[in-house]
């Protein structure tokens, strides 16, 4: 089949490689329908998570449709139109049980081989599927096959950003950087009630896609974050902030804006070796902060009962829709944020 592969740093090949086989009687092979490319690639991208194996499959955001099911595959068979996590799990282990599903014991994230283990990723036009019953979710007929990958991470990391930061509706909020993740975390934040809600970025039309979703937007080029911020709050500081970069200057930002007691919600993937602020920091501060991935699997399956993104036109933050063919200049635009870019998928 046809894949965009990881061949070193900046380097994405659409090559060809061997069909996913069935391996576990509990796998399933999905033959994609739709991937997309996430800010988190952008680190085995640029080099930045280093020790994925060059071959590997890139990417872990896809709808599909079920091309073949293992013996031991009860609720799919061929046919069935799936969405995923970017996280497989076996929905039963002790992190299964609490919804901690990204920390299954026996998980692992699409699109990262490291000393040829690990799994390969959905920028592909197959993909297999570990633990398929406890890892997929049927795509229902009321959601698009754009809500679903949305959902599959973007949306629910989003989302669990926002559910993290403690939103009420008199509370003052932040969220720093309005990519895909950071527009889902806007209008999660605005599900959840918050009134008053910041958006912080240096791009202006994300500022405008952020103002749709009902943010205040802040472009800290021409004004001072931090002095709206405090105008609004006495003086005190944001009640929370999501932070969804994970940069050091995001982190340091995030900090300065909250109030003391405030909550900084973390979900924008670190590789920073050190918090760009100190103990001490945080200590006069009363700070919580709460990061790490967001359980996927578990949000998809919630944020679907609850018929949430059903509700929302959550996908026209995909700007962008390329042939997977076309993936080496997709990952050039998406990068560096050319012609408005803000989400793009990829059709096999
Ligand atoms: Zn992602
Ligand atoms: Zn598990």
Redesign the pocket.
């Known amino acids: 089949m046809q894949a965009l592969t990881f061949r070193g740093a900046e380097i994405i090949e659409y090559s060809t490689v061997k069909d996913p086989q069935l391996i576990q009687p509990s796998d399933a092979v999905v033959k994609i329908s739709m991937a997309s490319i996430?800010?988190?690639?952008l680190h085995v991208y640029h080099g930045r998570e280093t020790g994925e194996d060059h071959g590997t499959v890139m990417g872990?955001?896809f709808v599909g449709v079920v091309e073949e099911v293992g013996a031991n595959v009860t609720r799919f068979k061929k046919g069935t139109k799936v969405l995923s996590p970017?996280t497989t799990s076996c929905g039963e282990c002790f992190y299964c049980r609490i919804g901690l599903t990204c920390r299954c014991e026996k998980g692992n994230l699409f699109g990262w081989m490291h000393n040829g283990h690990g799994l390969h990723g959905a920028q592909a036009a197959y993909i297999r599927v570990p633990m398929a019953d406890s890892t997929l979710l049927p795509l229902s007929a009321d959601l698009s096959e754009k809500k679903g990958l949305l959902l599959g991470?973007?949306f629910s990391t989003g989302y669990f950003s926002a559910e993290n930061a403690g939103i009420n509706p008199s509370g003052v909020y932040a969220v720093i950087g309005c990519g895909p993740v950071g527009l889902m975390a806007i209008l999660a934040a605005k599900h959840l009630g918050a009134k008053t809600l910041f958006a912080v970025d240096l791009i202006d039309d994300r500022l405008s896609f952020a103002e749709k979703f009902g943010a205040i937007p802040l472009n800290p080029s021409l004004t001072s974050v931090k002095e709206q911020i405090l105008n609004v709050t006495q003086g005190r500081g944001a009640d929370a902030v999501m932070e969804v970069v994970g940069s050091d200057k995001s982190l340091t930002l995030a900090i300065d804006l909250i109030r003391p007691g405030g909550t900084i919600s973390s979900v924008g993937v670190h590789t920073e070796k050190n918090f760009s602020f100190s103990p001490g920091e945080a200590y006069d501060k009363n700070l919580t902060y709460k990061s790490g991935r967001c359980p996927a699997r578990y949000y998809a399956e919630k944020l679907l009962r609850e018929g949430i993104p059903q509700q929302y036109a959550i996908e026209d933050i995909i700007t962008h829709q390329f042939e997977l063919a076309e993936g080496t200049k997709a990952y050039e635009i998406f990068d560096k944020k050319l012609d408005k870019c803000i989400k793009a998928v990829l059709i096999p």
């Open positions: 996430c800010g988190s690639d872990h955001e970017f991470d973007a």
